[in-house]
């Protein structure tokens, strides 16, 4: 096969738009779990899969998984080697975040299946329903049932209309509607798998800044989040002298400002509160509650663990000291992912045989590999991001070119990889 032809990489430019027609919001992309833009943006991948000659399946919890089949020679017993990256969104979020790592792989698929090469394993693209945790507040839905991870205590969570992820399962058209039998039965095995490999925008300005369009993922910082209530006391804000009141804003503003100071004060460290709301509150009523998130992040679980403990320690402090109480509720956490050696070495080579610098970088974003790493090894290459490297953003862009050059790198990767 020659190189992929030039058109792919805006290819797969046209594929995002078209997929990002499917919104939950006018005028921006916004694609929640278990939406109609979700399952219409599910259809579309399915048949795209299908277009490039991957027999597709749809699995409990609607990740989207298309098989392009081992050459026969590879036999009955021939093993999987797994890409994939999720297809959710966060609100007005960028076209390319999750879904290059879907849409790219279709592409070479495409590409190969069109030159009639087979490769000798199976390779599956999976297009993962859910990461961002914008419907349920918890993230890596898809991926924890894809490596047999699924916490079923998470079935009873509830969306901001108090829907709970069981009622969603139960009303959607997913195989099982939610039975948790069925969840546990979507895990791979992993004895099947030679690995997995994900492509992603960077999402940062490091590739962008060192001119380079590629580079090669050395580990995924791990990340906790979490959602705190503070519960003050509403009470006439005339009327109540400053000294006497129970303001549940006021002591969350402190909570949110111990959350910068102390996530300041190490390296990979980084604590983010991305929402923060009064509920039902007035303007002339001092805040009952104060409910926020919190997302923490390290490159080292220990330093994030550490943080953890000061900042609970502190808003403990924190509430006893104004006479509040706070409430803080952990999601089960995501530890952190080393990519493997032996995968990145095989990226590597791909990039230098093209004169191309096999550029090592860390991601502090969190990714679908992560949770597969708990099962198989895995290794990620990142594609340039454009404007500054602004991601989860409708700014958020690649170029085609950019695109071209992945795509041909992982065609390249894929016709000379060799399992472990
Ligand atoms: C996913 O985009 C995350 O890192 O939160
Ligand atoms: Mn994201
Ligand atoms: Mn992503």
């Known amino acids: 096969m020659h190189s992929p032809s030039p058109s792919l990489g805006q290819s797969i ?99 190969l299946n069109e030159a009639g090469i087979r490769l000798p394993y199976h390779f599956d693209v999976v297009g993962f329903a859910e990461e961002e945790g914008l419907r349920f507040k918890t993230s890596f839905l898809a991926s924890s049932v894809l490596a047999g991870r699924f916490d079923p205590a998470l079935l009873a969570r509830a969306d901001a209309d108090g829907i709970t992820l069981a009622q969603a399962l139960a009303e959607s058209d997913l195989p099982g509607r939610g039975d948790p039998d069925a969840l546990r039965a979507a895990a791979v095995d992993p004895a099947t798998l030679l690995g997995f490999v994900e492509v992603h925008i960077e999402q940062g300005p490091v590739l962008l800044h060192h001119d380079l369009p590629l580079g090669i993922v050395t580990q995924i910082a791990g990340s906790s989040r979490f959602q705190v209530r503070v519960e003050g006391l509403a009470s006439h804000a005339g009327t109540t002298p400053m000294t006497m009141r129970k303001d549940a804003a ?82 089960p956490p995501v530890n952190n992912a080393p990519c493997a050696p032996w995968l990145r070495a ?4 791909v990039l230098n045989k093209r004169g191309l610098q096999a550029f090592e970088l860390p991601s502090g974003a969190g990714h679908d590999a992560m949770m597969m790493q708990r099962i198989t090894d895995v290794a990620m290459l990142f594609v340039r991001c454009g404007n500054g490297g602004i991601s989860h953003n409708p700014l958020e862009t690649i170029t085609a070119e950019d695109a071209q050059l992945a795509a041909e790198v992982f065609v390249d990767f894929l016709r000379h990889f060799k399992p472990r």
């Open 13 to 111: 430019l046209d594929a995002a738009d078209a997929l990002a027609r499917f919104s939950d919001m006018e005028g921006g992309l916004t694609c929640a779990y278990l939406t109609p833009a979700h399952r219409a943006a599910a259809a579309m991948l399915a048949e795209r899969m299908r277009a490039a000659g991957m027999q597709v399946r749809v699995d409990a919890i609607g990740n989207v998984i298309g098989r392009y089949e081992a050459d026969p020679s590879a036999g009955p017993d021939a093993k999987v080697l797994m890409t994939g990256s999720h297809f959710d969104t966060v609100r007005n979020g960028g076209r390319y975040d999750g879904r290059l790592g879907i849409l790219l792989p279709i592409a070479v698929v495409g590409a």
């Open 250 to 331: 006021a002591a969350a503003a402190e909570m949110v400002l111990l959350v910068e100071s102390r996530c300041g004060q190490a390296p990979t460290l980084v604590g983010t509160v991305g929402q923060l709301q009064v509920p039902n509150g007035s303007s002339n009523v001092i805040p009952a509650a104060c409910h926020f998130s919190m997302d923490i992040r390290a490159g080292e679980d220990a330093v994030r663990e550490a943080a953890i403990a000061d900042i609970v320690a502190g808003i403990e402090a924190i509430a006893a000291r104004r006479g509040v109480r706070a409430e803080v509720e952990r999601v």
């Open 346 to 349: 095989q990226f590597a080579a």
